[in-house]
């Protein structure tokens, strides 16, 4: 059974800080990986899909990386900002299946 | 597109009655999913259905919980009899025809009293 962590599960930054949130993943065998956040109360939204061909994807100040061989994924945040508080979830689809397995999440909490 | 509808967006209900939770899918998306989110075990899949049909309810919890998917637009979630360890937020989510990217529906947060 797949099993999705994220390390570490809270972290607070100062504003303006890069910071890296950490997801690893126990079965390569993967066919996409997605990061996702949460706001609290409300639903999640997609931030970044990974294929399993490809090592990294980038949206504005994102930027998430992919090491299949050795079961992780990274998510960079540049310049953080407070606006970016929030939950960040990982999760992997396995190639034996089309369900999202899901890390527990990361809480960030970037203070002005 | 409004994206993935879901109702009620709030839900009490004693223990014991009928919860009917509902989904409407982004039009054109061919696998519509239902998972749970509760603190202690995160977020895990329900079932899911492809072209309208259920494909894996693995992670259906037990005979109380069934889904139904009448049409390519339309899913419900049923509790029946609901307890209160059935309390959680409820998410449907759709996927699009390329690289299997879910998107989410803004939940139900159902409480059984």
């Known amino acids: 059974k797949q099993e999705v962590t994220q390390i570490p599960a809270a972290l607070s930054v100062p504003e303006g800080e890069n910071l890296v949130l950490n997801c690893s993943f126990t079965?390569?065998?993967?066919?996409?990986l997605q990061w996702f956040r949460q706001d609290p109360g409300k639903g999640l939204t997609s931030l970044l899909l990974?294929?399993?061909?490809?090592r990294e994807q980038t949206s504005g100040r994102l930027n998430a990386s992919l090491d299949k061989s050795s079961g992780r994924s990274t998510l960079y945040i540049a310049a953080s900002q407070p606006g970016d508080s929030a939950t960040y979830l990982c999760a992997v689809t396995s190639n034996s299946g089309y369900a999202l397995n899901f890390g527990k999440g990361t809480s960030l909490l970037v203070t002005p | 597109d409004a994206g993935v509808i879901q109702s009620p967006r709030h839900e009490v209900t004693e223990m014991g009655q009928e919860v009917t939770l509902r989904c409407k899918p982004i039009s054109g998306h061919d696998y519509l999913f239902w998972y749970r989110q509760t603190m202690m075990r995160g977020l895990e899949l329900l079932i899911y259905f492809n072209n309208n049909v259920p494909i894996d309810d693995s992670g259906m919890p037990e005979d109380r919980f069934s889904a139904k998917m009448p049409n390519a637009s339309f899913s419900t979630l049923k509790i029946q009899p609901s307890e209160p360890r059935d309390s959680a937020v409820y998410f449907c989510?759709?996927?699009?025809?390329?690289?299997?990217?879910?998107?989410f529906g803004p939940g139900t947060r159902l409480t059984v009293l």
């Open positions: 989510a759709s996927r699009g025809d390329l690289y299997n990217e879910q998107f």
């Open positions: 079965d390569s065998a993967i066919y996409n």
């Open positions: 990974i294929q399993s061909s490809q």
